[in-house]
Antibody
Framework: EVQLVESGGGLVQPGGSLILSCAAS????????IHWVRHSPGKGLEWVSR????????RCADSVKGRLTISRDNAENTVYLQMNSLRVEDTAVYYC???????????????WGQGTLVTVSS | DIQMTQSPSSLSASVGDTVTISCRAS??????LNWYQHKPGKAPKLLIY???TLKSGAPSRFRGSGSGTDFTLTISNLQPEDFATYYC??????????FGQGTRLEIK
């Protein structure tokens, strides 16, 4: 079964740091790009960041640029999201998801993990 | 960046009804348009990709259509488990992979 499991969320003060993990199983991890998407009740789903197969191409949303960094360890089948200088507006459930397709085949996200909650509050 | 706009933002319907959700892209996205279902406390689920291809295992009462900038998700014969929030997402010009703001489907 293809599965993604996030961990590492919690309560952190503004300006603090956190590292999220996304552990993958059931597929050849190094064959897929992985993305982080977050959900906050007032904002819906918001794309956060993505990483390519070997970690050499990493992109993130303007809203988190310079503060959140994605990385991956293909030996451990895990993607990480290093979160620094956290703001109240970063409060959300963070999901990791696998990108399927691409190129001539339209890309989509499937499956998604169950999410991990990050709360930024004093 | 491509902006995605869904309408309506919320919708009330009854079991057995047919509902339609619209999604408009600010620029051409070809057929690179996906639909997801999201229930509270659960992982989002892919329903339809490439505008009209039903994901294997998804119920056939879900139908997607459109191309270019205008897309539609139609749900026929609504079932109790269909009440959720639905999002469209473009994968034509990325990053960012932009989502619509969501359409909340509620029981009337």
């Amino acid at each position: 079964e293809v599965q993604l499991v996030e961990s590492g969320g919690g309560l952190v003060q503004p300006g603090g740091s956190l590292i999220l993990s996304c552990a993958a199983s059931g597929f050849i991890f190094s064959d897929y790009w992985i993305h982080w998407v977050r959900h906050s009740p007032g904002k819906g789903l918001e794309w956060v960041s993505r990483i390519n197969l070997d970690g050499t191409d990493r992109r993130c949303a303007d809203s988190v640029k310079g503060r959140l960094t994605i990385s991956r360890d293909n030996a451990e089948n895990t993607v990480y999201l290093q979160m620094n200088s956290l703001r109240v507006e970063d409060t959300a459930v963070y999901y990791c998801t696998r990108a399927v397709g691409g190129g001539d085949v339209p890309g989509r996200f499937d499956p998604w993990g169950q999410g991990t909650l990050v709360t930024v509050s004093s | 960046d491509i902006q995605m706009t869904q309408s309506p933002s919320s919708l009330s319907a009854s079991v057995g009804d047919t509902v339609t959700i619209s999604c408009r892209a600010s620029q051409y996205v070809s057929r690179n348009l996906n639909w997801y279902q999201h229930k509270p406390g659960k992982a989002p689920k892919l329903l339809i990709y490439a505008a009209s291809t039903l994901k294997s295992g998804a119920p056939s009462r879900f139908r997607g259509s459109g191309s270019g900038t205008d897309f539609t998700l139609t749900i026929s014969n609504l079932q109790p488990e269909d009440f959720a929030t639905y999002y469209c997402q473009q994968s034509y010009s990325t990053p960012p992979d932009t989502f619509g703001q969501g359409t909340r489907l509620e029981i009337k």
